[in-house]
């Protein structure tokens, strides 16, 4: 079983950035997919971004249309942490957001549908008009 430890959410204005981190425990980084999923109040979680290592193809990344040019996903394996670099921050951003992983290689077809099995405690962004 792989521990998560998500950091670095908080209060920022609309247009603010802020660095999301999770620090993997228990696997390393480069055996892992990772993703990061938030869940606003009454809405159903989603996926926001996922990294994965093919072994045919080598790294690739995921983005939900709605957070295609700001949000940036990347992971330091000497640390054992993947990031989640968000700019431009919106109202509709506010959610917790939480860090997933799932042992495995996969190509980027599948990370959009990878079946997270190991997840972090949550941290929440919220992002003020």
């Known amino acids: 079983q792989v521990q998560l430890v998500e950091s670095g959410g908080g209060l920022v204005q609309a247009g603010g950035s802020l660095r999301l981190s999770c620090a993997a425990s228990?696997?390393?980084?480069?055996?892992?997919?990772m993703g990061w999923f938030r869940q606003a109040p009454e809405k159903e979680r989603e996926l926001v971004s996922a990294i994965g290592r093919s072994v045919w193809t080598g790294y690739s990344t995921y983005y939900a249309d709605s957070v295609k040019g700001r949000f940036t996903i990347s992971g330091d394996n000497a640390k054992n942490t993947v990031y989640l670099q968000m700019n431009n921050l919106k109202p509709e951003d506010t959610a917790v957001y939480y860090c997933a992983a799932k042992t495995g290689y996969y190509s980027a077809s599948e990370l959009p549908r990878v079946d997270f099995d190991s997840w972090g405690q949550g941290t929440q962004v919220t992002v003020s008009s």
């Open positions: 228990g696997r390393t980084l480069s055996t892992l997919a």
